[in-house]
């Protein structure tokens, strides 16, 4: 009797795990089931409004049409047919409009989730690692790199202000670089660090000056600890168009450092691209951290940017 109430209470056990085990199961396909009809809803949703486009643009095409078969019935000499066939060729032109612009709103649907205004492009060349980035196609934002260097304001030089910027497009050219003059008196200028000297900052561009220029508006922004640039910039990048080389875990994994190390920008350009910077008593240079940012990123740009596309993928 003992044996037996043992095995009737081990297969009650076993038919509850499988119960829960099922019950979860269930619970996670309804779980999918939902987020594929949320998603299919919104593409309805979004293909609808579309839709509700086209009428109009189809009519103006028509009435056009209609006005210059009109035109063509009184046209008196060869020059008006000749004018009005090119007119009619233009239209024929036109009709291909809706078409362009419903792929625009299905991409300023997806770029509208993340708050970006038209995403993500590397321009022509392949980055060195032979791998173009997983971008939509469509997408005309281009990648710089950014690198400041600080001096010091305030009492014991404690306060970080911007005393020079330099930009880079994605073939390393200098698309900016210029010393800044700080808003507070200089207290400390960081020489062996920032590489400023008192005789920089005589003619430099005034700082309001420098911070309305809008070089990095909608661009993919790189650069090694990045936002303390944006610090002393003074402005905020989208979080999804900032590609820090000092955070990102593909940099470290390649250059055999654990997980959570973070690097210096010297470090990582030393052990990856055979490099060696900020070195010396003249201090840093913006345009070669910049550069060195950049060639950083290369290495792992198509990684990066699928990192991105997935996590664009899951918001939507």
């Not at 003992?2 to 199961?25: D, F, I, M, P, T």
């Not at 086209?54 to 020059?79: C, V, Y």
């Not at 911007?162 to 808003?183: E, F």
């Not at 200089?186 to 005589?202: E, N």
Request: proline share 4%; glycine share 6%.
């Amino acid at each position: 009797m003992a044996e037996s109430s043992k095995r009737n209470k081990a297969s009650s056990q076993g038919l509850l795990s499988n119960h829960r085990y099922l019950c979860k199961k269930a619970m996670l396909l309804c779980a999918m089931e939902s987020a594929r009809n949320r998603k299919r809803h919104r593409e309805e949703r979004t293909t609808a409004n579309m839709k509700m486009r086209r009428p109009d643009i189809h009519q103006g095409s028509l009435d056009a049409n209609q006005l210059i078969k009109k035109s063509k019935m009184s046209a008196p000499d060869q020059e008006n047919q000749s004018t009005l066939n090119s007119e009619s060729t233009d239209l024929s032109k036109l009709t291909s409009v809706p078409k362009t612009a419903d792929h625009h709103s299905v991409i300023m649907a997806l770029a509208d989730r993340w708050e970006v205004d038209s995403g993500f492009s590397s321009e022509a060349s392949l980055p060195p690692s032979g791998r173009s980035s997983p971008c939509l196609s469509s997408c005309l934002t281009t990648v710089v790199a950014l690198d400041c260097e600080m001096v010091g304001t305030g009492p014991g030089g404690r306060c970080s202000e911007l005393a020079r910027c330099s930009i880079l497009d994605y073939h390393g050219n200098v698309l900016y670089d210029k010393y800044v003059k700080p808003c507070q008196p200089v207290t400390d200028y960081r020489t062996r660090w920032s590489g400023i000297q008192r005789r920089h900052l005589h003619n430099a561009t005034p700082f309001t000056q420098a911070r309305e220029e809008k070089i990095i508006f909608g661009k993919v922004v790189v650069g090694h600890s990045i936002y303390n640039d944006f610090e002393v910039l003074d402005m905020l990048h989208p979080c999804h168009m900032v590609r820090d080389t000092s955070t990102t875990r593909l940099l470290s994994r390649l250059a055999g450092f654990p997980s959570k190390c973070y690097p210096s920008l010297k470090t990582l350009a030393n052990k990856l691209l055979n490099r060696t910077i900020q070195v010396g008593k003249r201090g840093h240079c913006s345009v070669e951290d910049a550069q060195a940012a950049l060639d950083l990123y290369k290495l792992v740009e198509g990684e990066w940017e699928q990192e991105v596309q997935n996590k664009l993928d899951l918001a939507l």
